[in-house]
Structure formats: structure tokens, C-alpha cells
């Protein structure tokens, strides 16, 4: 399947396991509350199928405590606060984005995050990362009334872009992003290659496409923009 689309007027990326490979500083936070509580590790891909459901989700998958119980709001803000300070010690851009994000700026089309990641986060991790150009559009759910799957954040990042939804791509690797994609009107892009849970099949997610890694996104998008 490929990108059946006219030159973009923007390209729109959701922020964890679809441009930037976040998930150690999960882990690393997780891990070492673990061991404060002498738990033992839990395996890296347990973490990494659960890093797109949140805070909340993380914390009752490390410490067996659901969000209605006693005790799970501090270990959220306990994981929110470590988290903090690991911001961009060890989150890369996944293989071939940065060289993408540099042929979309070539190419003078501009580029944007949103995601359901609070600005207190993402904002010093997009600065962190250094990107080259810099996103014209960041939207976190600081920014919007709903959330995605919501599609408001996505129309106002194609507005900070100054483009138009039905002329702008939106890429992400969870059902919630597909969803608030399409409902905004743009071409959309399932990732396969982010934090899925076992039983997630993007391929039913209703996106116009779907990649399977990094490389093969920037390799559909490079073919759209040249």
C-alpha cells in the first residue's frame, strides 16, 4: 500500500514511538522504583507495550496498583517527577526522521507534533532533541479541550502550520491517533513500528497507510515531497 496523496502542505507526527523512541527513560524510571521497592525488573518489552497508555497505565503495570487505589497517585507523581529529570538522557528520533525532518525543511514543508504528552514534558524534549528545522507546530493536550482521539489537536496543528487538514498527513502508532487523524480530515500513516500491545493490529485502524518501521515511513514521505 502506498501514500496516494499530492505534495503535502504539512506533516504531522504524534511524539512517542512514532517520531522519537522514548520508551528507555520509561523504563529506566519504572525500573529503578522497582528496585527503591527491592521488586525485581520487569521485561523492557512489557514497558515498551504499554508506554503509549500513559502515566497512569505504566504505574499500575509496575506496581500492580489500578488508578482508583490508594496509593496510585503518589506513585504517578513520583514517576512523573523522576521522569522529568530524565527528560532527553536517552530518547532518540527514530532511524531515518531527523534526516526526513531535514528533507521536509529542504523541501519547505513545514512539520509538527501532537500528542497526548503534557507540555511540561514534551516541549523540553523537542528542544533536547534539536531538531533541524525546528517544528512549527507543537500541540499537547495542555492545548485542547479534548484530547485524541479527539481530532482538535490536529486541526490546530495544521492551523500553527498554516496548513489544511485534507492537505496535511498525520502519523502515529496508536488507534487514538489514527482516529483523530481521520476525523480531522488528513491522510493518515499508522506506524507499526511504536509501543503496540500484543493484541493491537494496525492494519484494522483504518489508516491510508501503514509502515512497519521508521526507515519505510521516510522512505513514503520522501516519495510524496521530492
Not at 502506498?2 to 505534495?7: D, E, G, I, N, P
Not at 512489557?46 to 500513559?54: D, E, K, Q, Y
Not at 488528513?186 to 485502524?205: F, I, K, S
Request: charged share 25%.
Amino acid at each position: 500500500m502506498t501514500l496516494q496523496t499530492a505534495r503535502p502542505e504539512a506533516v504531522l507526527f504524534d511524539l512517542d514511538g512514532t517520531l522519537v523512541d522514548t520508551a528507555e527513560e520509561f523504563e529506566l524510571v519504572l525500573q529503578a522504583m522497582r528496585a527503591d521497592r527491592n521488586l525485581p525488573p520487569l521485561l523492557k518489552q512489557t514497558i515498551r507495550a504499554s508506554v503509549s497508555n500513559g502515566a497512569a497505565a505504566l504505574v499500575t503495570l509496575a506496581f500492580d496498583c489500578p488508578a482508583d487505589s490508594t496509593g496510585h497517585e503518589e506513585l504517578r507523581q513520583e514517576f512523573l517527577d523522576r521522569y522529568e529529570k530524565s527528560l532527553g538522557l536517552a530518547a532518540r528520533p527514530y532511524p531515518g526522521l531527523r534526516d526526513l525532518i531535514s528533507a521536509l525543511g529542504t523541501a519547505g514543508i513545514p512539520w509538527g507534533v501532537v500528542t497526548n504528552k503534557f507540555r511540561r514534558f514534551a516541549e523540553p524534549l523537542m528542544a533536547a532533541l534539536d531538531f533541524d528545522p525546528a517544528a512549527r507546530a507543537l500541540v499537547t493536550p495542555c492545548d485542547v479541550a479534548t484530547a485524541k482521539p479527539d481530532p482538535e489537536g490536529i486541526i490546530l496543528g495544521c492551523r500553527q502550520a498554516a496548513s489544511r487538514p485534507e492537505n496535511s498527513i498525520y502519523i502515529g502508532d496508536h488507534w487514538r491517533d489514527i482516529e483523530a487523524g481521520n476525523r480531522a480530515g488528513c491522510m493518515t500513516v499508522a506506524a507499526a513500528y511504536g509501543y503496540l500491545a500484543d493484541n493491537d493490529d494496525p492494519a484494522q485502524w483504518g489508516a491510508d497507510l501503514v509502515v512497519h518501521s521508521s526507515e519505510e515511513l521516510a522512505i513514503s514521505i520522501n516519495r510524496i515531497i521530492q
